[in-house]
């Protein structure tokens, strides 16, 4: 890594993606955009192309998978896209919304309205009506295991078990979900400016409060210990590397500003994480010593997309203005 | 409203009781040609004619907020739809939300104050009422539902009108005066209004609690009006009823409010008062401020900001309304008059 306080900035290539920002990954090792107005963008700045996932729609949720990149819009359709480019019809919902998507090893889960759907590697699809609209999805990192976020709670789903899946009950409206990586935590973020927490084996409840706005970004560290955060003005990450998580502990903040922080993406090796604002700033932090390197000043609009590749070396950023920007370490 | 608000996309929540005319109203917006683009958020697909507009469904999902304020509720589905209307933004001018003839408004109303995100993105223009001339008196006394619907109403749509005499017709505007004095109200057959008396009214209507008493407060006629019209709507014959538990209690103090006083008098009342208080809003005066501080509130929630200057040589005064059930007329006129600077 680079000295801390140094900047970054002339290692970042601004494009212009065109529409605002949804998501950032990378496939096949190209960057790769999903565009509010129903475009993947592939490419490097410069040779970038543009793809129509969705032709009439706006993409409301997208799910990185393997070496490919899953949109689900106001369409109703789950569209993959590849890194050449090619397009797959995965789903349709006539008439909804796809309102949340998720991927794991070739599984497929989406949701619209209170209609979960789970595809496994092979095509089998499986369905199961949530009590209310499904609005988070993530798979648990072991077995074929589905998380539903919905009002009062989060459902754990076999999608090929008979069973009725198990609820875990919290009052309130659960907006996204995420899995810690060691399968032992289950997150959601919620409407009353919170997170909640589940120790899933005992099903004991963790309650993270505080913020001044929802979160609704949630990373989590590539050893599963921390899980960094949106929705304040720092970046909080919480400590779950003990057995009872984050109960009982304050949370670590970096990046403290007199700007929201809207996007959080952990680096893939290192503790680090970049963090994007609703100022346009982006920022790496280091855990260790809250070390910050600016990566992005700010200006225009506001970070809506952050997506590191495999190893590390590029971060890929959007903008809800439509810009972008790419970003190479130096070596 | 200030240049943030007007950047805001304003939203017209439709109401009314089954059978009133909803439907016909929304289809009437959209078949009309008006060169405005709408997102409109139904019940039930099938029902509107129109297909080249933005329709969504919605699921009508009343949720409780754990804020510690009992009658606060949201729509969780419209917070989502919103949310994933602005992928979409820039391309409508202007959003519509349906309800259901058995809903509550407060809830859909509540979502425009509580969640902050659709507050940054979206104001509540209006809540448009359709009523059914023939029909309305009697549900008022057998379903709660419809009352709330007028009580809530900032614009009234007395529909059907062809189907009842001019007598009944004075008997239900009556009923609805009653109920709710200061909503605009428009008679109707078949929901034929004028597309720019539903749709962005917010700047006018608030502008009219200043302006006018509610016993000078008629129906507003248009130009294609009915057969039955004696000619004589304005003021004269207009019956006065009391609704047995329904009421609207307008306070105005002529000069300057103190804000010290005002704002901790008018958070206590809405946190005391808030189940029994439908709508509120108001137009105030505040001392050494040189814009009108314009507010409106439902149930506990409450909204305000700056809006603009006095002008000059214009009356400084304030004005506060208040619809709901079991209102303490005399303590709420007192406590606001107990404001002045």
Redesign the interface.
């Known amino acids: 890594m680079v000295e801390p306080t140094s900047s970054l900035t002339a290692h970042l290539r601004s494009f212009a993606a065109g529409a ?1 920002a ?1 998501a950032a990954a990378f496939i096949g090792g190209e960057p790769a955009l999903a565009l ?1 107005d129903g475009a993947v963008v592939i490419g490097d700045p410069g040779a970038e192309r543009r793809v129509a996932a969705h032709p009439d729609g ?3 949720v997208v799910a990185r998978d393997g070496d490919s990149l899953l949109t689900g819009g ?1 369409d109703g359709r789950v569209v993959r896209t590849s890194a050449d480019g090619g397009l797959e019809e995965i789903a349709e919902e006539k ?3 796809i ?1 949340a998507l998720t991927a794991q090893a070739g599984a497929i889960a989406w949701a619209a ?2 209609q979960a759907r789970a595809r496994d590697a092979a095509g089998a699809v499986k369905s199961w009506a949530a009590p ?2 499904v ?1 988070g999805l993530a798979f648990l990192p072991k077995g074929y295991r589905l998380a539903l976020a919905h ?1 009062n709670g989060a459902s754990l789903w076999f999608p090929n078990a008979a069973a009725a899946p198990t609820m875990l009950e919290w ?3 659960h907006l996204d979900v995420s899995a810690s990586p060691d399968g032992r935590f289950l997150v959601t973020s919620m ?2 400016n919170a997170l909640h927490g589940w120790r899933i084996v005992d099903a004991r409840n963790m309650r993270m409060t505080g913020y001044p ?2 979160t609704r970004a949630l990373s989590w560290s590539h050893d599963g210990h921390w899980l960094a955060t949106s929705g304040a003005d720092a970046c909080v990450v919480w400590p779950f590397k003990d057995k009872d998580g984050p109960m009982g502990k304050a949370p670590r903040e970096c990046g403290v500003r007199s700007a929201r922080v809207v996007k959080v993406a952990f680096h893939p090796r290192a503790l680090v994480v970049a963090i994007g604002y609703s100022d346009g700033m982006a920022l790496l932090c280091r855990l260790v010593d809250a070390a910050e390197i600016l990566v992005r000043a700010p200006g225009g609009g506001a970070v809506s997309a952050l997506g590191w590749d495999a190893t590390g070396a590029r971060l890929l950023i959007g903008l809800d203005d439509g810009d972008a920007g790419l970003l190479t370490l130096p070596a | 409203m200030t240049d943030a608000s007007l950047d805001k996309i304003p939203v017209t929540v439709l109401t009314g009781y089954l059978g009133a005319g909803k439907t016909t109203l929304l289809n009437r917006i959209l078949s009309e040609p008006h060169g405005k683009r709408y997102a409109v958020i139904v019940n039930e697909f099938g029902e509107i004619g129109i297909d080249n507009e933005l329709v969504v469904g919605a699921d009508e999902e009343v949720f409780e907020m754990n804020n510690g304020c009992i009658c606060c509720t949201v729509r969780g589905d419209l917070i989502r739809i919103i949310e994933g209307l602005m992928r979409r933004k820039g391309k409508f001018d202007a959003i519509i939300v349906e309800t259901t003839g058995l809903a509550d408004p407060a809830p859909v109303a509540q979502t425009f104050f509580v969640d902050d995100d659709v507050r940054g993105v979206a104001r509540l223009d209006a809540v448009v009422t359709v009523a059914d001339a023939q029909w309305l008196s009697q549900r008022l006394r057998d379903a709660p539902e419809a009352k709330n619907q007028i009580a809530f109403a900032d614009v009234i749509i007395v529909n059907k009108t062809d189907l009842v005499s001019p007598a009944e017709l004075r008997e239900v505007e009556a009923r609805i005066r009653a109920i709710n004095p200061y909503a605009r109200l428009h008679r109707a057959n078949r929901c034929d209004v004028k597309i720019e008396d539903v749709l962005e009214r917010r700047a006018f209507d608030l502008d009219r609690i200043l302006d006018i008493e509610p016993e000078f407060l008629t129906v507003e006629d248009h130009d294609h009006d009915h057969d039955h019209d004696d000619g004589h709507h304005h003021h004269g014959g207009l019956k006065h009823y009391h609704d047995e538990d329904m009421q609207s209690i307008a306070a105005r103090l002529e000069g300057d409010l103190d804000p010290d006083k005002f704002m901790p008098w008018i958070n206590r009342l809405t946190q005391e008062r808030g189940p029994n208080i439908l709508r509120s809003k108001g137009i105030v005066a505040f001392k050494g401020d040189p814009k009108r501080f314009v507010f409106q509130g439902v149930h506990m929630m409450l909204d305000g900001e700056p809006q603009r200057d006095w002008k000059p040589g214009e009356k400084r005064e304030s004005k506060v309304v208040f619809i709901g059930r079991d209102l303490d007329e005399a303590a709420i006129r007192e406590g606001f008059l107990a404001c002045a600077a």
């Open positions: 605002p949804v509010a706006a993409i409301l106001d008439g909804r919304w309102d309205g209170k209310t609209t609005r009002y009052k309130g409206s409407q009353e706005a929802k």
